[in-house]
C-alpha cells in the first residue's frame, strides 16, 4: 500500500482557517489490506468517535458519548485507561 505520511497529510491542512488541527491518525490494517486517515479539529464538538485503535494520540473529547474500539491486536488494560482520561463521558 501506498498511503502517505500523518506529516504530509498535515501539511494539506497549513491554511485550515477556522479550527486548529491537532491530530492526523494513520491507521493500516494489514490483514484487511485497508488504511485509513482520521483528521481531528479542535474543538471536537461530534458526540461520536468511531474506529479507536492501539495507536489512539491523546486528547480531552468533552462532546463524545460513543466510542468504537477495533484493532487487530488486543487492547491491554492500560490502553482502556488511557482512553478512559480522553473521554469523560
Known sequence: MNLLSNKDIQKTFKNFKYN????????????EKIGQCHVYSYPYQLEYYDIIT????????????????FDEYPFEHEFIFQISKSFPF
Open 54 to 69: 492501539n495507536n489512539f494520540l491523546d486528547g480531552i473529547f468533552k462532546c463524545v458519548r460513543k466510542i468504537l474500539l
Open 20 to 31: 486548529k488541527i491537532i491530530s492526523c491518525v494513520l491507521i493500516i490494517f494489514q490483514k
